[in-house]
């Protein structure tokens, strides 16, 4: 299943890196999705070539002619909601937050902007922009995010908005409706490849994913831990579905959105149904949240055990409200509510679960078992089910994320209780990673100094307690409980250059050989041949030329002749003093000359150069030394400063900065230098503009990037 999750997350830039990685590969995931669709129920119809399509069943119309029931009535209805979504995506990694470019599709469902679209596109999301097949594009929030369902509904701004034109949006249909062979579109954003639409026909309506050995409903994992699936009967059909097409909608031809394309590959996909997507969304309309009860209990179908009604109650939490009501492994459910209760086969026990979701919490409800063949009647009150992972967040000054545990967590981990914080990463070189001994990813944070941490927010106050010096963080790893030693103050190293300048020539040289004079015709000559003449020097300006046999330096022969004699002239130049003329004696098409330099000093390197950190937008620079210019023909005398690092997921890097870009003019004001860099964005941080440009040389041409600030990040 992880596999299928993979193969529909959209197109990512999962490092900020501006090439967009492909999650998964859709090929190798045809024997997965063959097997276990195979052993949930049912055969795998492979996927139709997406300009073919399936003949119309007698009495029918033909796909494209326009009339109720074809393939251009369905997108003439539907296709103008279909939404092309991308977004920045806030995730962790090696214990920092990142970021990262996705994209996905979605659909509008009604005429004041809601959207429908998949948890596992808009999770996490810190920026979102839909576009429409019309070229009109909208920034959009998240309203609700619903895991359980992987589905999230957000709201266009249609503040923002200056068409005068109404909104377009799609009608929800009924999925009860469908049967096999039934035609449905895809629609969505595959490849990055906008407003697509592929067909295709329902293999399955009702496909549930078991265990390899069908004695149990499989949750799918989302990309962040999350799982999903519980409440959910998939559609099943053949529209081709690719990444990006997750939250794009499937349609039958009546025009109706009957799903949400959720997953997909080797010729096969799945979509949410309709009915699913419409409760979520009737939750995040009247509350922004998507409530639900919770009983405690897992069960099974009754059909193995020779039973024609009921549910078998096979797992019940420790502390639940089945426990806390009486349920034991074994009953059989017969009715919620006086519901009936009917799950003969697996294709059945999502209706279980969503008739328990469907309970008030707090609200006391009958449930009628049957025990060893005896009849028995319960009340039981519902909790509110929680979410199944804890928040998570970083703290950047210590090196470190961290999560909320959570009920589910504790269970699943076989903590002792949900207390404490989990550390989910560690960041190399920062203090909790130096702390004696070391912290590491799966530990569990009981307290900072001497005060208790059962949560994030008792977190933030003991880190804000213990300061910037030394303090104690108790720990359980595993079932071993430590005590760390963390020092948050950390030195470093001290990088200043201190040492007087040495004299230096600006050339590259090889030695000369014995074999390399006698090609040459110099006889016995030694010395060192210049290669080449580095630009902006005292020896370019002296006149000095690639081909020039050095032999002499202030009357000192060189015998230069095998390979470990190179760093000669080197050693021969430290030695004598900076600014000071230097006679050097040279061969030149055959005739020996002597060429005054002035000797200069040896350029500071990178290390050495003026830098500037912009936190804003996530990126810095340098000045541009002389050996950057003698490297590189692009960098010219007083021109720009250099990129010198780009954060991994940031909004430079998103735009597209890179580094040894080189930036000659932000919002075009020029800059020539590090102080002029700094002024240039003092006043974009004063001014905060939705837009940052940077006019900048890349290689061989100039370029322009425009970085878009998220500056609430930094308000206070």
């Not at 902006?536 to 009357?555: E, F, K, M, N, P």
């Not at 950057?628 to 960098?635: I, N, T």
Request: charged fraction near 20%; include cysteine.
């Amino acid at each position: 299943m992880a596999a299928w999750r993979r193969m529909n997350e959209g197109w990512k830039s999962r490092h900020g890196r501006r090439a967009v990685l492909l999650a998964g590969v859709v090929l190798t995931a045809l024997s997965a999705l063959t097997a276990v669709a195979a052993m949930a129920g049912g055969p795998v119809t492979p996927a139709m070539p997406a300009a073919a399509a399936v003949p119309p069943a007698p009495g029918t119309t033909a796909p494209g002619d326009g009339s109720p029931g074809s393939v251009a009535e369905a997108r003439r209805r539907v296709y103008p909601a279909l939404v092309n979504i991308s977004m920045v995506k806030r995730y962790f990694e090696h214990g920092q937050a990142r970021r990262a470019s996705a994209a996905g599709s979605g659909v509008i469902v009604s005429p004041d902007g809601y959207v429908l679209t998949n948890y596992h596109v808009a999770s996490h999301a810190t920026r979102i922009l839909c576009r429409l097949p019309s070229g009109e594009e909208l920034e959009a929030g998240v309203i609700t995010d619903d895991p359980l369902t992987d589905l999230s509904v957000l709201k266009l701004r249609l503040d923002r908005r200056s068409l005068p034109a109404p909104l377009p949006f799609a009608q929800l249909g009924d999925p009860a409706s469908l049967e096999p062979g039934d035609q449905v579109l895809a629609m969505g954003n595959p490849m990055m490849l906008g407003s697509s639409m592929t067909l295709g026909i329902v293999s399955n309506p009702h496909r549930v994913f078991t265990r390899a050995t069908a004695d149990d409903i499989r949750n799918l994992d989302l990309e962040d831990g999350e799982r999903t699936g519980l409440l959910t009967r998939w559609i099943q059909h053949d529209a081709l579905i690719l990444p990006g097409n997750s939250g794009g909608p499937l349609v039958d031809m009546k025009g109706e959105v009957v799903g949400i394309n959720e997953l997909g590959g080797g010729g096969v996909g799945f979509a949410i149904p309709a009915n699913v997507a419409a409760t979520v969304l009737a939750a995040a309309r009247a509350t922004g949240e998507v409530e639900r009860g919770w009983l405690g209990l897992g069960v099974l179908p009754v059909g193995k055990a020779g039973l024609e009604r009921g549910a078998l109650v096979a797992d019940v939490w420790p502390g639940s409200p089945a426990e806390r009501a009486g349920l034991q492994p074994g009953d059989v459910l017969l009715a919620i509510g006086g519901a009936p209760v009917h799950a003969r086969f697996f294709e059945e026990v999502p209706l279980v679960y969503q008739a328990i979701a469907d309970l008030e919490p707090g609200v006391a409800v009958r449930l009628d078992l049957q025990r060893r063949g005896a009849p028995r009647t319960v009340q039981a009150t519902p909790e509110r089910m929680g979410r199944f992972l804890g928040e998570e967040e970083e703290l950047p000054d210590l090196g470190a994320t961290v999560q909320q545990i959570t009920a589910a967590m504790a269970l699943f981990r076989r903590y002792p209780d949900a207390a404490g914080v989990l550390i989910t990463g560690v960041r190399p070189g920062y203090p909790f990673e130096s702390a004696k001994p070391p912290l590491a990813a799966g530990d569990v944070l009981l307290a900072v100094g001497d005060t208790p941490t059962a949560g994030l927010e008792a977190l933030r106050r003991a880190v804000r307690q213990a300061g910037t010096g030394r303090f104690k963080v108790t720990l359980r790893r595993q079932r071993e409980v430590l005590v760390a030693v963390v020092s948050a103050n950390q030195e470093k190293p001290d990088s200043s250059n201190t040492e007087l300048p040495k004299a230096w020539l600006g050339v590259r040289t090889q030695v000369l050989t014995p074999d390399l004079a006698e090609v040459l015709k110099l006889g016995p000559a030694r010395g060192l041949r210049i290669s080449e003449v580095l630009p902006y020097t005292r020896a370019q300006a002296a006149g000095l030329r690639v081909g020039d046999v050095l032999i002499a330096v202030d009357g000192r022969r060189l015998t230069s002749s095998r390979p470990q004699d190179a760093q000669d002239l080197k050693r021969l130049m430290e030695e004598l003093p900076v600014n000071q003329e230097v006679n050097l004696t040279l061969l030149r098409d055959g005739r020996q000359l002597t060429v005054p330099v002035i000797a200069e000093p040896e350029p500071k390197g990178a290390d050495l150069a003026g830098k500037a950190q912009q936190p804003e937008l996530e990126f810095a620079v340098r000045e541009i030394v002389a050996a950057d210019r003698m490297e590189g023909d692009q960098l010219v005398e007083g021109k720009g400063v250099l990129v010198s690092d780009v954060i991994e997921g940031g909004m430079a890097s998103l735009a597209g900065l890179e580094i040894d870009d080189v930036v000659l003019a932000v919002n075009d004001q020029p800059v020539d230098g590090i102080a002029a860099f700094k002024s240039a964005m003092q006043g974009v941080v004063a001014q905060r503009p939705r837009f940052v440009k940077l006019f900048l040389r890349r290689g061989y041409k100039t370029h322009f990037v425009f970085i878009e600030p998220e500056w609430q990040r930094h308000d206070g």
